[in-house]
């Protein structure tokens, strides 16, 4: 077992390199932490670990998280093990599963630097057109990624040369090789377009007839009132209060990390979910369980927000028209974040050190260590107290419509898929055996 004193100059060694490749502070954070957990995750040196082991990890992350995550977790497995610890696990696989396993992780990192110095101006354009068009930094990282990916595929040429047919083959590519889920495959689309579009100013022909990735019709995953309750008493501090808010407001786990002190109406007992899924704004119920501690939580905000004033740190973001309209609205306490987060970072965007709010990760691995300890017999994520929100209101009698604006869906479809879950599903229909 290695010393402790071993250990931390290797971890920010590695910090070291992803800081030397550009990455924003925070991603290195993000970055950081995956390559930790993934060291965490089985016994052994990592030196002696296989693809398989890789691979198991990332599937692991696929099945719980996001697809943001698992890309930001493959990069930084790659860095590692490519960059940092100088090993090609590709050598290391047995067997023709592995093996193709292997090339299907490598694709995704090959050869960063030339396409950085051939398509480094193009990146930055496309970066530049997401931001003017008021797109969240994480869909410009991930739109970027998949540009990176769509540029590799077609060996570093340039998009201009590229044809419908092109496009066409890398969607087949993502759904016949690939195998991506079909949001994924979706997100690959819509990057693609926006660089077509709104960048190059190009139409792209027809090509609706690509192999489209399967949706498999999944049922969401809901605890039960009981459930929810050891999971959140398994909980404490912070955590306990922003799954607390999930759950009971129904918020999505960006939702809450981004709230702001305006957005909490303790006498209506409102949030206002400011900016959300497709840019809208939504007004959610705030739960009395949880108000005290809220109310602690913002006092808690202030004295950093105090400290930050004193030592004269530029202000939070805000959107860039308001902070041209209002160059010191970030200073002021009515937008800080309710949920700070405890050291400053460097914007990603501006380079600007200021005191962002939590990083989600934070919630997501606390949450996944509560339901350990708790022992509850189900896989749960962040969002299974979403979708326990929406069912439990329905369960109440709630009218479906009434949940629909609460979630913020377009599509009253789109909520219909809780009802699966009550015991009187549309008609009182009862199973023969119980007749």
């Known amino acids: 077992m290695q010393s402790k ?68 977790a493959r990069d930084a497995l790659a860095i590692l093990y490519r960059d940092f610890l100088k090993i090609d696990l590709k050598k290391r696989a047995k067997s023709a599963d592995v093996t193709e396993q292997v090339e299907e992780f490598q694709d995704e990192i090959r050869d960063p630097e030339a ?90 022909a027809e090509f609706g007839d690509f192999t489209h990735a399967k949706r498999p019709l999944r049922r969401p995953t809901v605890l039960t009132r ?34 702001r002190v305006k957005d909490i109406d303790f006498e209506r007992s409102q949030i206002m979910v400011r900016d959300a899924k497709g840019q809208k704004d939504r007004l959610t119920m705030l739960p009395k369980r949880f108000e005290a501690a809220l109310k602690k939580q913002i006092e808690r905000s202030r004295e950093s927000f105090k400290e930050d004033r004193r030592n004269d740190l530029p202000g939070v973001y805000i959107w860039p028209a308001l902070d041209r309209k209002y160059p010191n609205a970030g200073k002021e306490w009515i937008w800080q974040y309710v949920f700070p987060s405890d050291r400053l970072s460097a914007d990603p965007r501006t380079g600007r050190v200021r005191r962002h709010h939590i990083h989600e990760n934070s919630l997501q691995r606390a949450i996944k260590q509560a339901v350990a300890r708790s022992g509850l017999p189900r896989k749960v994520s962040c969002h299974t107290l979403r979708h326990s929100f929406a069912t439990h209101l329905l369960e109440a009698g709630s009218d479906i419509r009434t949940v629909q604006e609460l979630l913020g869906h377009n599509d009253v479809n789109t909520t219909m898929i809780y009802t699966h879950v009550l015991n009187k599903p549309g008609l009182a229909v009862k199973s023969p055996a119980d007749l």
């Open 5 to 72: 004193k071993t250990v931390k100059p290797f971890w920010n060694a590695y910090r070291e390199l992803l800081g030397d490749k550009g990455l924003s502070a925070e991603a290195v954070d993000d970055y950081a932490a995956w390559a930790q957990q993934f060291a965490r995750a089985s016994r052994g040196p990592l030196r002696d670990r296989t693809q398989q082991a890789v691979w198991v990890f990332l599937e692991a992350i696929g099945n719980d998280g996001s697809e943001m995550d698992k890309a930001h």
């Open 115 to 204: 396409l950085d110095k051939q398509f480094g101006d193009l990146f930055r354009r496309y970066a530049q057109e997401i931001r003017r068009r008021h797109y969240s930094i994480r869909t410009e990282h991930s739109y970027t990624a998949w540009i990176r990916r769509f540029l590799a595929f077609h060996n570093l040429v340039a998009p201009e040369l590229v044809s419908a047919e092109g496009v066409k083959a890398y969607l087949n590519y993502l759904a016949e090789v690939r195998r991506v889920a079909a949001g994924t495959q979706n997100q690959a689309l819509n990057a693609i377009v926006f660089l077509y579009r709104h960048l190059l100013q190009i139409e792209l």
């Open 226 to 259: 009981t459930e929810v309750n050891e999971l959140l008493a398994s909980l404490d501090g912070v955590h306990q209060l922003m799954a607390g808010l999930l759950y009971g407001a129904g918020l999505r786990l960006m939702e809450c990390v981004r709230l």
